[in-house]
C-alpha cells in the first residue's frame, strides 16, 4: 500500500521507478506474496528493509523533532551506519543458511544476530574469531564488505564522534526549581563584568538572595569565566545562546524570569552601535515575552528614546534604563556643586563591606567604615504612624542608629506611590516604606522591630528585636523581606551654604515623584496632589498650585532683580519648570577666545577640559551642564561652564546646549597653560576633566592618557597669589536667601595647581594610580580604595555597574538616583527631548514655580555660620539634631581634611565621611554633606 500510495504521488513515475527505495519494494513485497501462496515463511531479502532507516531523519524532520542542523546530520551519519550494518548482516545470514553454490550444500546455521555481532568484530578490524564465515560466497561477501565496511567506519564514525563533541555542554536548557526566582543577564558576558556583577548581586548583606542567575551568551565562557562558573555553581548557570533566537530564549526559560537585564559593554568602540545592538536585543525579548521585566544599560543618553518605540516597554511593571553618560555626567556635575558628593553616593549604591585596621591611616578607616553603609528599604513600625518626618529620622539616628534619607507615600485613591526625600511637614502614615542608609539589611529591621512599649529604654540599639507587644500582632501577619537597594539618592549643592546659613530659615524639603518631585511650596500657597498618568507609563504627580495671597506674582521669580536679563525675559524656565532656560544662541556668539577670555570676569565657576575629535561619539554634555541648571537654583546662582576643546566637537553636542544659559567655549587645548590660565582656572569651583576619545584596541589602557596629562599638567602649574576679582557688596548680600549668595566667600586664589578642585572622568579603574603621585596605592587595589576616589577626585563608569543590582532589588532606587543626579529630569521632559529639538521654554506658572521648590544637596562648613559651634569639639549627634530640628537639613556625611595637622590649609585633601557614628567627634575644617531645599523669597523664610 505504501508503495502505490508513494507511486501515485511521485511527479515523475519513471525516475520513481528507479529509486533505491523502489527497488527495496521491487525485492522485498514479492517474497512476502510468494510465501502466502506457498504457505511456508521464507525471510529471503527481506533485511533489505533496514536501508528504510535512512528514511528516520526526513520523517524527525516532518515532526520538527529535528531543527538544528547538528541534530540532523547526526541523525544522517547514525542511519546512514546503522542501516548499512544490518543489511549486510541481512546478506551474510542469508548466505551462510543457504550454504555454497551451486547446490546450497553445507549450510552454516548463524543467527541473524551474530551475523550482526561478526559484522561489527569485522569493520572494528578486532576480529575476535569466535565466529567466521563457513561458505565460500560468504567468505566473498564478506572480502567486499571489509572494503566497504572499513571506508564507512573510518569516515562516519569520526564525523560522529566529532558532532557529539561539539554539542557544548552550555546548550542545555534551565530547570530551575519549583517556586525559586530566576534573572535572565545577557548582552556583554565577560569575566570582567560578570564577576563585577556577581560580586554585587551575591553580596552578603543581602541576606538571602534566593534568586539564581542564568547567563545567556553566545561565545563559549574561556577558563577562567568557567572557574568562575564552577565556584559559584549552586547560584550561577551558563547557557550559551542568543537573545534573537526564540529557541534559546526558550531554553533559558525567559518567560518565567523575574526579569532580564542586558549589559553594556562600557568600552566598546561605537556607543550608539553598542546601544543599538541591546535595544534589538529588548526587542526580541519583549516579542518573546511582552510582560517580562527589562533593565538595560544603555551608552548615551539620546537614545533612550527608542526605547519608548517598543509597545510593551512600560515603566510601570518595573522596565527601567540605567543611561551610563546620563549618570556619570550627572554624578560629576553634582561633583562640581558639593566635591566627593559622587563618591559617597557611589558607595552607598554598591555592596562592599569594610574591615578597618589599626594599622591604617585615621582617615581611611573612617573612609572605609563609610563604604561599608549600603542603601536599603525597611516598612516603618506603627510606632512611626502619624510623626513627622523630622521626628522619625531623629529617632532612628538617635535611638536606632539609622540614618533614615525619605519615606514612599502611597496615594490616598490608591494611584502610584511617590518617595518623599525629608518631607517636612507631612505625616508618617501606617505601613509607611522608609529609605535607610546602614551598615546591613539586619540593622535595618530594627525600623521594622520598634515598639515605644517595649523599647523606649533599651539603650542599646542592638537589643531593639521582634516583641511580642499585642499591638503589633496584627500589624505583622505575614512574612517580610528587606529589599535591599545599593541605590544612590541624587545630590544637588549649594557652595554658598558655606558661611551664609543663618538662623531663622529652616530649610525647606521635598517630594521627589517616582518620576518627578512634587514639591510643597510657601506658606501663602496650597497644594493639591493629583495623579495623572504620563504616556510612557511612569507614575507621575503634579502638583496644582492655587494662588491664595496676592503677595506672589505668577511668573517673577524672586532673583530677577539681580540679572536684568533674566527679569526681561518672559520664559525663564523651560516648559516642566525643571531647569533655567534661555533662547537659542548660536554657538558663535559664545565662543570666546584666549584675550577675550583673560578679560572675562570669571570667579567660582566650571571648567570643563574636554579631549575629543571632530569625529568622536557625542557623550552628551547636556547631562553634564542640565544638573547645573536646575530650578532649584536661583538664576544669580548658576555657576558660569567654560568648556575648553575642540569647537568642531562641540558644535556638534551644540544643540542641546544652545538653550542652556551661562555657556562660554574657549576653542583651544585643555593641555594649554595659556588657555587654562585665560579661564581663570585657579579660581573655578570645579575643573572637570572628560574625554569622548575612542580607546584603541591595541592598549585600550591608553584610554585615559589625555585625561591623566591634563590633571598633571594642572597640578604642576603655579599662578599669583591673588585675590578674587569678584566679591559680594552689601546690598546684594541683604537681599540674598539665607542659604546663599552668588559668590560665598572673598576668594583668594590657588597659587598652587594641586589645589585646584578636580575630578577627572577615568575609562579604566587601574588608571587611578597615576593622578596622585604622592599616593600609595598599590596597582592591584579596587577604585573605590584608592587616595582619589575616597578624596572625589576621580570618577570611573565602572562604578555604576551596581545599579543593575540595585534597580533589580528596588524599583524606586534609580527613580530617586536619577531625581537627584539630574536635577529633576522627569518621562515628561525625557518625551520632549526625544523630539530632538532640544529643551522648550515654557511660560511660569503656579504649577511651574512650584517645580523649584525640591531638595538637593548642600555643603555646610563648620568653620563659620550657625552651625560653627559644633566643629568646636561637638559631636557628630548633636549636629544631626540640631540641624534637622533648627534647619530642616538632614546630615548624610562629612568632607574632612585628611591630614587634619594642617585643617586650615587649603591645600590639603579631603576625604568623604559617609554617615558618621554618632559619637564622630566634629572639626571646624569639616564640611557637611546636607539635604537641603529651595530657599524662596527671603519674607518666605524669616
Known sequence: VYFFIRFIAASDKFWFMLELYSFVDYFTIPPSFVSIYLNRTWIGLRFLRALRLMTVPDILQYLNILKTSTSIRLAQLI???????????????????????????????????????????????????????????????????????????????????????????????????????????????????????????????????????????????????????????????????????????????????????????????????????????????KNYSDDIRVIIQLMQYHNKAYLLNIPSWDWKQGDDVICLAELKLGFIAQSCLAPGFSTMMANLFAMRSFK????????????????????????????????????????????????????????????????????????????????????????????????????????????????KCKNLATFRKGVRAIQLVGRASEHKDDDNL????????PAQSSMVNATKPANNVKKNVSVKEEPKPNMNGRPTNKAAVQQKSAKMEVGIADDQAKDFDFEKTEMKYDSTGMFHWTPARAIEDCILDRNQAAMTVLNGHVVVCLFADPDSPLIGLRNLVMPLRA???????????????SVDYIRREWKTLQNLPKISVLNGSPLSRADLRAVNVNLCDMCVILSAKVPSNDDPTLADKEAILASLNIKAMTFDDTIGVLSQNNGA????????????????????????????????????????????????????????????????????????????????????????????????????????????????????LSNRDRCRVGQISLFEGPLASFGEGGKYIDLFVAALRNYGMLCIGLYRFRDTANAFDASSKRYVITNPPTDFNLLPSDQVFVFIHWRGRKTSSV
Open 733 to 848: 548680600s541683604d537681599s540674598l536667601s539665607p542659604l546663599g549668595s552668588p559668590i560665598v566667600l572673598q576668594r583668594k586664589g590657588s597659587v598652587y595647581g594641586a589645589n585646584v578642585p578636580m575630578i577627572t572622568e577615568l575609562v579604566n579603574d587601574s588608571n587611578v594610580q597615576f593622578l596622585d603621585q604622592d599616593d600609595d596605592d598599590d596597582p592591584d587595589t579596587e577604585l573605590y580604595l584608592t587616595q582619589p576616589f575616597a578624596c572625589g577626585t576621580a570618577f570611573a563608569v565602572s562604578v555604576l555597574d551596581s545599579l543593575m543590582s540595585t534597580t533589580y532589588f528596588n524599583q524606586n532606587a534609580l527613580t530617586l538616583i536619577r531625581s537627584l543626579i539630574t536635577g529633576g529630569a522627569t518621562p515628561e521632559l525625557e518625551l520632549i527631548l526625544a523630539e530632538g529639538a532640544g529643551l522648550r521654554g515654557g511660560y511660569s506658572t503656579p504649577e511651574t
Open 631 to 645: 530650578s532649584n537654583f536661583h538664576y544669580h546662582e548658576l555657576k558660569h561652564v567654560v568648556i575648553v576643546g
Open 79 to 285: 542511519s546512514i551506519f546503522i542501516s548499512v550494518w544490518l543489511t549486510a548482516a541481512g546478506i551474510i545470514h542469508l548466505l551462510e543458511n543457504s550454504g555454497d553454490l551451486p547446490t546450497f550444500s553445507e549450510p552454516v546455521a548463524i543467527s541473524y544476530w551474530n551475523a550482526v555481532y561478526f559484522l561489527m568484530v569485522t569493520m572494528s578490524t578486532v576480529g575476535y574469531g569466535d565466529i567466521t564465515c563457513g561458505t565460500s560466497l560468504g567468505r566473498v561477501v564478506q572480502l567486499m564488505f571489509l572494503a566497504v565496511g572499513l571506508a564507512l567506519f573510518a569516515s562516519v564514525l569520526p564525523e560522529i564522534l566529532e558532532l557529539l563533541g561539539s554539542q557544548s555542554k552550555w546548550a542545555g536548557t534551565y530547570h530551575g526549581d519549583k517556586g525559586k526566582r530566576h534573572i535572565v543577564v545577557c548582552g556583554h558576558i565577560t569575566y570582567e563584568s560578570v564577576s563585577h556583577f556577581l560580586k554585587d548581586f551575591l553580596h552578603e548583606d543581602r541576606e538571602d538572595v534566593d534568586v539564581e542567575v542564568v547567563f545567556l551568551h553566545r561565545a563559549e565562557p574561556d577558563l577562567e569565566f568557567e572557574g568562575l562558573l564552577k565556584r559559584q555553581h549552586t547560584r550561577v548557570k551558563y547557557f550559551q545562546g542568543s537573545l534573537m533566537n526564540a529557541m534559546d530564549l526558550e531554553r533559558a526559560k525567559v518567560h518565567e524570569a523575574d526579569a532580564c537585564l542586558v549589559l553594556a559593554n562600557k568600552y566598546c568602540q561605537d556607543p550608539d552601535a553598542e546601544d543599538a545592538a541591546n535595544i534589538m536585543r529588548v526587542i526580541s525579548i
Open 356 to 467: 578597618t585596621s589599626p594599622d591604617m591611616a585615621a582617615w581611611q578607616n573612617d573612609y572605609l567604615q563609610g563604604t561599608g553603609c549600603e542603601m536599603y528599604t525597611e516598612t516603618l513600625s506603627p510606632t512611626f504612624t502619624g510623626m513627622s518626618f523630622s521626628q522619625a529620622s531623629e529617632l532612628c539616628f538617635v535611638k536606632l542608629k539609622l540614618l533614615l534619607l525619605a519615606i514612599e507615600v502611597k496615594s490616598d485613591d490608591g494611584g502610584d506611590s511617590k518617595i518623599s526625600i525629608n518631607p517636612r511637614g507631612a505625616k508618617i502614615p501606617a505601613n509607611t516604606v522608609g529609605f535607610f542608609i546602614a551598615q546591613s539589611a539586619e540593622e535595618v529591621k530594627r525600623a521594622w522591630f520598634y515598639c515605644k512599649a517595649c523599647h523606649e529604654d533599651v539603650k542599646d540599639e542592638n537589643q531593639i528585636k521582634k516583641c
Open 498 to 505: 558655606l558661611a551664609t546659613t543663618k538662623p531663622g530659615g
